[in-house]
Structure formats: structure tokens, C-alpha cells
């Protein structure tokens, strides 16, 4: 038993794709999420910016008691989710594993496609997860596109309008040979999921879902759920502009968000040399 909170981060409102997915698979437990906005995109990013970044909000997040953390992007996850696990003596959780394991799982003709961010496609984030995860003869062919604009799109209040969906038309149909399975290999994207299913008729993974069942299990394993029997509650920090983020996540989620701070790590950040 362990009733201190779980912490969850990315570069703005992303997350709220996998807290969803959390609060609804452990819906008792207490959560601090930090939503990064004030770095905002780390799609365009270099690895060491991200590193710097994520080590920053993981000792943040360690400050403030959590029992485990869930990097909530995809683009933080292949830049320093293994660099994170060396240096730091707590559970750290990425969305890609889950997210491959899944598309492997669902996949019928074994052509698998993955939206990102440019950076994810570029590092071959979801390509190399899927190889390693691959336990048979099967030949897997993974297809990896990037958007430069669109998480940041989402980030800054997404409309629905047509030159947004044009722009998710474009993207979920860029694959010519015909993959059965399509990866939103974007935290913020499963947050306009349904334009995505308007335009790709196959499986569409989502990896939030099986990150919670993940972070559920592991904290099972480990006697460490929590105990208590109230409803879940979170805690917001942001690093930018909190009153324009609430505006936008009460458009993607229906959790309650009602504890918002805005805090800087400017000076840790500093003394990383970022």
C-alpha cells in the first residue's frame, strides 16, 4: 500500500490522454501532472534539450513525493526515458512500449503505421520498440510519419474547422501500401482521435490505455496502490500561463481541474546548461 500520488508530465496538455486513461483504470488514486508549457514543443527539440528538460521535471516531480512517473510523450520518451532510468532510483514508465506491444498485439497483416512528431519518426521511436518486441517469424513492416505543427496545434486550443482536417487528412493517409493498424505516436493526438477514425478505417492504437493498465499492474506487483477509497484528485503545475491551459484541457478531458499552479525551473534548468 503506498497513498502517495503518481506523477505524470509532457510539454503541455498531452498528457491529459493518458490521465484519462489512468484515472478511469485506478480511479482512487492521487496524481501531480506537469504539463511543461512553457518549452512547448519538444518536437522540435534536440535529444540534449530533452534530457535536460525531462531530468529538470523528474526531480520536480520526485520533490513533490511521487510514487512513480509516467513520461506522457512520446517525443520525451525516445530521447530520455532510458537516460532517466539510469540516473533516478524511482519506477519511470514511457508511452512507446505499450503503445508497440499493442499494435503488434491488433495487427492482422502485419503493416503497421505511426503518426508522430517529426522527432519521433526521425529517431525510428516506435520502429525499434516494435523490433525489440517482436517475439516470432513475422515480418513487420513499420511505417513512420511526422508532423511538424500538429501537437502544437492541439496544444494551443485545436478548432474544429477544415484546414485542421485537412491537415489530419493528409496525415493519416501519407501510407502507400496498406498498413491495417495506425499508432498515434503523439500523447496529444488521441485528444482528436476522432478525426483520425474519420479518415483510417483500420486499428488505431492509442497508447494512454495500455500505459495505465501498465502503470496498474506494476504498481500491484509492487503492493503500492493506494488504499484509500476516495475519488482521484490532481495537481497542476505548468510552467506557463496556467489560466490559458485550463482554457484548453476543459476542451479535452472532463476531469476536474481546479488545483492549477504555474511555477518556473528556469534555474535548475540553468544549472544544467540548457
Known amino acids: ?71 506522457a510523450c512520446n517525443t520525451a520518451t525516445v ?17 512507446i512500449n505499450p503503445g508497440a506491444k499493442e499494435a503488434l498485439r491488433v495487427t492482422k497483416n502485419n503493416k503497421i503505421g505511426v503518426c508522430s512528431t517529426v522527432f519521433t519518426a526521425k529517431t525510428h521511436g516506435y520502429l525499434n520498440e516494435i523490433l525489440k518486441e517482436k517475439n516470432d517469424n513475422r515480418e513487420i513492416a513499420v511505417y513512420e510519419e511526422g508532423s511538424s505543427n500538429l501537437a502544437n496545434i492541439i496544444e494551443n486550443g485545436f478548432e474544429y474547422n477544415e484546414q485542421n482536417e485537412e491537415i489530419i487528412r493528409e496525415f493519416a493517409t501519407r501510407f502507400t501500401d496498406d498498413i491495417d493498424t495506425l499508432i498515434l505516436g503523439c500523447t496529444h493526438y488521441p485528444l482528436v482521435e476522432d478525426l483520425f477514425k474519420k479518415y483510417f478505417n483500420g486499428n488505431i492504437v492509442d497508447p494512454g490505455m495500455e500505459t495505465a493498465l501498465g502503470v496498474k499492474e506494476l504498481l500491484a506487483k509492487k503492493d503500492m496502490l493506494s488504499d484509500k477509497k476516495n475519488e482521484y484528485s490532481v495537481k497542476y503545475f505548468v510552467t506557463r500561463d496556467p489560466d490559458m491551459f485550463k482554457n484548453i484541457a476543459e476542451n479535452l478531458t472532463n476531469l476536474k481541474i481546479d488545483d492549477i499552479n504555474e511555477v518556473s525551473i528556469e534555474e535548475e534548468l540553468k544549472s544544467e546548461g540548457f
Open 79 to 95: 530521447a530520455a526515458l532510458d537516460y532517466l532510468k539510469d540516473i533516478f532510483d524511482i519506477d519511470i514508465i514511457g508511452v
Open 1 to 71: 500500500m503506498d497513498n502517495r500520488p503518481i506523477g505524470i508530465f509532457d510539454s503541455g496538455v498531452g498528457a491529459f490522454s493518458v490521465l484519462n486513461k489512468l484515472v478511469e483504470v485506478l480511479p482512487n488514486e492521487k496524481y501531480v501532472y506537469f504539463g511543461d508549457s512553457g518549452h512547448n514543443p519538444y518536437g522540435q527539440k534536440t535529444s540534449e534539450q530533452l534530457k535536460k528538460l525531462c531530468k529538470c521535471i523528474v526531480d520536480f516531480l520526485i520533490k513533490n513525493d511521487v510514487k512513480i512517473i509516467v513520461v
